[in-house]
């Protein structure tokens, strides 16, 4: 049986096989959950089943994902992953928070943070939410970090995502909210480099009077092809953030761009070791 | 002989089954008085029962003949027994009427019972609603307004006169036998209506636990306000299929849509005020009640839903 190989920093390679018996896996998967495998937020460990069953696909042979770093990931306590953003559609939540869940040194299963409207759209909001995705609320999230969850951010949120492809690996500017949310719960935040995912979907342009009428921070219209292009994600170590006394806004920026510059180096890395968007 | 002396509790909504159930459990120890909106009770001896409306001076009369140590106030008049004027009449000036009594007459111990409702199903919820959330209810729908009003109502009481010792409970859905509330009612039915595309997260307890957490709340009283809710949870398609329901796909797009299906079906089960419902999770957190009262439930899901099954 070929055996699927990931290449870790510490030069060890891990078989991610493990997942062949999908029984097994959900079975010994660590989350806790109610009676019919739901926590508060929706999630359900069988309700990823067949997204995981799909995402394996992609996962190993469409985007061909190399993994790096994930022995950084805590195998418990509270934690938030903070990555940039990028290619039209959120493959790369995808592929990280698969990437995440098959960690042979700590599985998890992440909490997203969801755009406003995706709640309001039918069997996408249903889907989301069993895959762990969760309203973006501030609330919603200090109640996860409290209930020493991991959490998965994007802070460039629709900028990331929508940008033009002539802005490919440059980051957008990122809120704030997020190292107001670690430095208020204690919690670590691991920056994370997702290089691949900017070389998806290609823009050809923004109907902006669309998307101001659509209440849509975009409208774009978009190339109808994913591209197989190969995803490399480095995560970095855990970063702790302090702060004596009284948090205050003007002391996040600091912080926040110091978390970008990680975030930027993680992608170096990665666009280092690519040499085309096709490496096998 | 000299005649056993118990403390006297009222307990509005005395037609309801969790009423009886609370009665069932209190009788023993207390003098109940029982009283509903719609119609005498026969809850047979020892419990006196009158059919009385709050807004008439009659009630009053209730007040003067007993001298109440506590209140239960269960009774509440929903969307499918009347029109929004005559809820709120009942609901929210009744309340105030009955309110005002309970500090007119000294009494003590006084608990109301909302639900979770009043928080409102929108699709920005966090999860874990716990009691210092705003009130979003009457925002998403006006058929609503007389649960917040008289949410409202208590809280103004809970402050201004600490004396009567309010507690407010807001559970989720209550399940089980004899239960008829929209949720319950739907588990019952054959077929279930859903909407397409939407399964939103739910929380249930069983009418017997709600009876345990309405009792010890009353007994120990600790006045505030607090969400009853297990902390368990299950998707509502998949309740609707543990109930041995078949599902009845209801469009769910364009939004106004399921709302016209419901105005035109008019069926209890799938109320048009009530279609956010269907759609968005609304999932509290119970732990403060739970630590307060040192209360958890006794019965699973699986055990609500078994019910269900059973009836069909």
């Not at chain 1, 070929?2 to 896996?25: C, M, P, R, S, Y």
């Not at chain 1, 290609?202 to 849509?216: F, N, S």
């Not at chain 2, 999770?281 to 078994?306: N, Q, R, Y």
Request: hydrophobic share 40%; aromatic share 12%; charged share 25%.
């Amino acid at each position: 049986m070929a055996t699927k190989k990931v290449k870790i920093e510490k030069a060890e390679e891990v078989n991610l096989n493990h997942i062949g018996n999908w029984d097994q896996f959900i079975s010994s998967f660590p989350k806790p959950a109610g009676s019919y495998g739901y926590d508060a937020w929706g999630f359900n460990i069988k309700g990823v089943l067949p997204f995981m069953k799909v995402g394996k696909w992609f996962y190993e042979h469409y985007f061909r994902v190399q993994a790096f770093g994930l022995e950084h990931v805590p195998k418990e306590g509270r934690v938030l992953i903070i990555g940039n953003h990028s290619g039209q559609l959120p493959i790369d939540a995808m592929m990280l928070g698969y990437t995440l869940v098959t960690n042979p040194y700590a599985p998890r299963a992440p909490k997203g943070m969801m755009e406003f409207f995706v709640p309001q759209v039918p069997f996408i909001s249903t889907w989301f939410s069993r895959w762990g995705g969760i309203v973006g609320d501030p609330e919603n999230c200090r109640r996860l970090l409290q209930k020493e969850e991991a959490i998965l951010v994007f802070p460039e949120g629709a900028r990331g995502i929508s940008k033009p492809n002539s802005k490919k690996y440059q980051l957008e500017r990122f809120g704030n909210g997020f190292m107001r949310m670690a430095l208020e719960n204690d919690a670590p935040i691991i920056p994370v480099g997702i290089v691949g995912c900017e070389e998806i979907m290609y823009q050809l342009g923004d109907i902006k009077p669309l998307a101001k009428v659509l209440r849509l921070p975009v409208f774009p219209i978009l190339a109808p092809v994913i591209l197989p292009s190969k995803i490399i994600i480095h995560i970095g170590k855990p970063i702790h953030f302090k702060v004596d006394g009284e948090i205050r806004e003007y002391m996040l920026e600091e912080k926040v761009n110091h978390v970008k510059d990680e975030i930027n180096k993680l992608i170096k890395l990665g666009l280092e070791k690519r040499n085309s968007i096709f490496d096998k | 002989m000299e005649r056993e002396v118990k403390p006297q509790i009222l307990v509005t909504g005395a037609g309801g089954a969790l009423a009886k159930k609370v009665i069932n459990k209190l009788k023993a120890k207390y003098r109940i008085v029982a009283v509903d909106f719609r119609n005498k009770v026969d809850l047979g001896i020892p419990v006196e029962s009158y059919k009385v409306d709050f807004n008439k001076r009659i009630f009053e009369d209730i007040f003067r003949e007993h001298h109440f140590d506590g209140i239960i106030h269960l009774g509440r008049i929903s969307s499918s027994d009347s029109d929004r004027f005559s809820r709120y009449n009942a609901n929210v000036i009744g309340t105030r009427k009955l309110l005002d009594l309970a500090k007119k007459y000294n009494v003590k111990k006084n608990l109301i019972l909302s639900t979770y409702f009043v928080y409102g199903a929108s699709p920005y919820n966090p999860s874990l609603l716990d009691e210092k959330t705003p009130l979003k209810a009457s925002e998403l729908t006006m058929d609503l307004v007389d649960s917040v009003e008289l949410e409202n109502l208590a809280n103004i009481y809970l402050y201004k006169y600490p004396e009567l010792n309010l507690t407010i409970l807001r559970p989720c859905n209550i399940a089980g036998p004899g239960v008829r509330n929209t949720f319950s009612t739907l588990l019952a039915e054959k077929n279930a209506p859903v909407l397409l595309g939407f399964s939103p997260l739910m929380q249930f307890i069983h009418i017997d636990d709600m009876r345990d957490a309405i009792c010890t709340a009353y007994e120990k009283n600790v006045k505030g306000i607090y969400n009853v809710a297990p902390d368990d949870y299950i998707a509502f398609q998949d309740a609707v299929e543990m109930s041995g329901c078949k599902k009845l796909y209801i469009p769910s797009i364009p939004p106004i849509l399921p709302e016209r299906i419901a105005k035109f079906l008019k069926w209890k089960a799938f109320p048009a005020h009530l279609i956010n419902y269907f759609k968005y999770p609304v999932i509290i957190d119970g732990s403060l009640f739970a630590s307060t009262f040192k209360w958890k439930p006794t019965k699973t899901l699986d055990e609500i839903f078994s019910y269900y099954r059973g009836l069909k």
